[in-house]
């Protein structure tokens, strides 16, 4: 039994998720559409647009990795799943997202360590402008979100998505 | 316990237990990392920041959302309608409309489970409806619907292009011809084996019909290859004209498609960019690792002591991603093999453009081989089939792409007379 609380949680993550990361998809396909339209149309370029679509892109990509955790969607091989006897499987699963947990932990933790880095040198992006760790911090975020969503999965086997198919 | 030890039996594990692909690259990367002696673990997301940072990548989700909102809306619709009208006549003739149909769709998508969905859903049907067997109309959907990734666009690719070094734009212009040639042999598969079924008659009128409402979505390949072939466009900014005239064309006139569906697309498009961005990122993180330990070189000096011929190394390379195509998704095997195997083909004489063409048509046949054939499972899905038929319907179809497979590895021209053009 999960208490209603930890369900509303993960959706709520997984719909701000999808709303920042959908609204990120647009706004980089605003951009360049933007960039090539003018340049052919008007004579005149956004120089900054490709790298700014590049910051979209990386906010999205991102999100869209924890998203893919909220729906089952990771590439994963699944040679464990047909060979293994299913009161086994079920061991395993909980093994699985135990150790998606820890290592999604370790991530978070190193990805800190370097955007602590970047802030403390100062990088900016030349041609946006934007200091880089603020790029970068989507990278410890995702992964944190990750950890975060897999500790709830391994612990709450009701709260665990179901592989969403085609893909 | 040595580091070796220490990963091989992580990798074991994780192959059991079903890890995420990316947490097997991460903690590989890692592990490489530690190899190397660097204390400074954080520097992998140095690497994976900086691969991130690439314009090239930009072309992928754009393309997925170009796909995803031309499923959504009537492009393919249209274009099927032109299809039956051009093969009417021809025995089979919906058979090939299928096919052709896929041809046209791979010409705006770049990816093959979004082919076979876009054309599939309307067309098995419709060649159910008209007498075919459903056996046939499957296998000839699965196998056409792999052609998404060989008619440029194509993500693969993409993802070739970034790990082998190669122009994104000569991937895309070698796999014209070899696109064309697997689409004209699926075509040849199904006159001749619906070549029972009733011709249609040619109407010049539903054809000119045809033409007329679907006129705009032909336009739509034709300025995304137009714009590449003639270097007005990179692949970026193909992409990004990709998503704005699917946009401009299925809301402005054919009107079928809503804004829940425009922001479903570009919702389902991050789900499937985050399916393979952080397997990519992880991935040229280790490939960095590689080349500064040299394997790639270390395993061309080992290879070529044992396979002496460029022959030899061509069918060994065929028969190897074959296999892997069996149990490993498309992008897995390129980031795996594609930094491996690319500096031995080269070292055999072989054009990378050419060698990666050959590696792309390898892994769209794994796209119909079990146990991980994803066209498989979409076509089981789609057309509600067991899949042990769709498995026994696709062998046929896959023997006339084996043969496609052996012309582009062993007629280098097919793939090349293009780029050599440009």
Redo the contacts between chains.
Sequence with gaps: MTHPVIHRGLQVIAGAE?LI??L???A??VL??A???LREVAGMSLPWA?KL??HF??L??????????S?A??????????I?PKRILQG??F??EL??AV??GY?AH??L???Q?SKDFGDLNVITGVP?WV??AI?PATFALMATKHIVFALFPSTRPVRA??? | MSLGLALAAFLLFGLIAGLPLFLLMGVVAVLCYSLQGNAELSGIVEDIYFAADKEILLAIPLFILAGNLMTQGAIAKRLIRIASALTAPLPAGLGVAAVLSCTLFAAISGSSPVTLIAIGTMMYPALVQAGYKPGFAVGLLASAGTLGIIIPPSIPMIVYSIMANVPVTDMFIGGVLPGLLLASLLMIYAMIHGRGMPRGRWSGEEFLVALKTGFLSLVVPVIILGGIYSGFFTATEAAAIAVFTALVIELGFYRELTVPAVWKAMTDTTQMLGMIFFILLFAVSFNKFLIIEQVPQGLVEDLSAVITSKTGFLVGVNLLLLAAGCFMDIMSAILVFAPLLTPMAVHYGIDPVHFGIIMIVNLEIGYLTPPVGINLFVASAAFKQPLGDVIRATLRPMLMLLAGLALVTFWPALSLTLVHLK
């Design positions: 999808r990361a959908g990120s998809v647009g980089m396909a360049l559409c960039d090539v339209i490709q679509s590049l892109m990386i999205a990509g991102c999100l869209g990795v924890s998203l893919a955790s729906a969607g990771h590439l994963r091989p699944e040679v464990g799943d047909q293994l395993i699963v093994l699985r150790t998606t290592f999604c991530f190193i990805a360590a370097y955007v880095q880089l790029v970068q990278f198919g085609v893909h």
